[in-house]
């Protein structure tokens, strides 16, 4: 079983920043890829950025060059530093983290944060 809180979600201006934290508890070990989703109202789940358990990463398009994601192992911990933040970068993110073990592979779901952008 693994546990995610995630934090630091917020209202902030267009061109402002916020970084995002989600830390996993439970069966930390078995986990090998961390990241995030946005979920805008009546649209679906997209991907933001995900990051491997070796510090592999991934963005999507529209968040390259802004967005930057790390881990930290030590603390069982996934950030997302958001800068240049965006009207349409508004929406509820979600941590997910994924689990490998001999019983399969599972992905787990933090609760969400809210991120608002606007003047």
């Known amino acids: 079983q693994v546990q995610l809180v995630e934090s630091g979600g917020g209202l902030v201006q267009p061109g402002g920043s916020l970084r995002l934290s989600c830390a996993a508890s439970g069966s930390i070990f078995s986990i090998d890829n961390m990241g995030w989703f946005s979920q805008a109202p009546g649209k679906q789940r997209e991907l933001v950025a995900g990051?491997?358990?070796?510090?592999?990463?991934n963005y999507a398009d529209s968040v390259k060059g802004r967005f930057t994601i790390s881990g930290d192992n030590a603390k069982n911990t996934v950030y997302l530093q958001m800068d240049s933040l965006k009207p349409e970068d508004t929406a509820v993110y979600y941590c997910?983290?994924?689990?490998?073990?001999?019983?399969?592979?599972?992905?787990?779901w933090g609760r969400g944060t809210q991120v608002t952008v606007s003047s």
């Open positions: 997910y983290a994924d689990q490998n073990t001999l019983s399969g592979r599972k992905r787990y």
């Open positions: 990051i491997t358990r070796s510090g592999g990463t």
